[in-house]
Antibody, heavy 124, light 111 residues
Framework: QVQLQESGPGLVKPSQTLSLTCTVS??????????WTWIRQRPGDGLEWIGH???????YYNPSLRSRVTMSVDAPKSQFSLHLNSVTVADTATYYC????????????????WGQGTVVLVSS | QSALAQPASVSGSLGQSITISCTGA?????????VSWYQHHAGKAPRLIIY???SRPSGVSSRFSGSMSGRTASLTISGLQPEDEAHYYC???????????FGGGTRLTVL
């Protein structure tokens, strides 16, 4: 049974970098057919895709966040990370990590399972 | 503004059926396509309930079904139960890219 768990600080100051790590268990992190993704939900809003990354390090980012986002992987530890720099209060959200199934070259299809989510507050 | 349009809210009585629509722009939802649906209870992890437009993951009730017509995908929940009260999101990817899109979400109220 695949499980994902987010970890990282729950409070980040404005202008700093938000860094979260997702640990994957119960599945081959480096297996083909899956990317690893970050999604967030700001208070009162819906789900927002941030980006996804392959175990090799190839990554795709939401154009609206691309200038501030970097994702990385640590395959031996079955972990992948999100780094969002220059945060503002608008980045306050629940952040989810999840597994993303791909088809063909790299077409995203479905997302399952999801981590429980971690709340990040951006405040001074 | 989401690239996939969903109604903000729908409601239905216990035991009845409801349908939630998800409409994409002209180039965003077309065959072959990969539309998925997620159920989200507040404070919990979103749950995949439909993938590849019509497929249901193991363990998901047969009361949930998906369909598609033109640029509109639909989620139907039959025999509404109290536990169905949640937010529902559709998702797909932008054609000619690998960008994931979510609908704005629909709040389902079971009366």
């Amino acid at each position: 049974q695949v499980q994902l768990q987010e970890s990282g600080p729950g409070l980040v100051k404005p202008s700093q970098t938000l860094s979260l790590t997702c640990t994957v268990s119960g599945a081959s992190f480096s297996g083909g057919g899956f990317f690893w993704t970050w999604i967030r939900q700001r208070p009162g809003d819906g789900l927002e895709w941030i980006g996804h990354i392959y175990y090799s390090g190839s990554a795709y980012y939401n154009p609206s966040l691309r200038s501030r986002v970097t994702m990385s992987v640590d395959a031996p530890k079955s972990q992948f990370s999100l780094h969002l720099n220059s945060v503002t209060v608008a980045d306050t959200a629940t952040y989810y990590c999840a597994r993303l199934r791909i088809q063909g070259a790299a077409a995203p299809t479905w997302i399952d399972p999801w981590g429980q989510g971690t709340v990040v507050l951006v405040s001074s | 503004q989401s690239a996939l349009a969903q109604p903000a809210s729908v409601s239905g009585s216990l035991g009845q059926s409801i349908t939630i629509s998800c409409t994409g722009a002209s180039d965003d939802l077309r065959s072959p396509t990969y539309v998925s649906w997620y159920q989200h209870h507040a404070g919990k992890a979103p749950r995949l309930i439909i993938y590849d437009v019509t497929s249901r993951p193991s363990g998901v009730s047969s009361r949930f079904s998906g369909s598609m017509s033109g640029r509109t995908a639909s989620l139907t929940i039959s025999g509404l139960q109290p536990e169905d009260e949640a937010h529902y999101y559709c998702s797909s990817y932008k054609m000619t890219s690998t960008l994931v899109m979510f609908g704005g979400g629909t709040r389902l109220t079971v009366l």
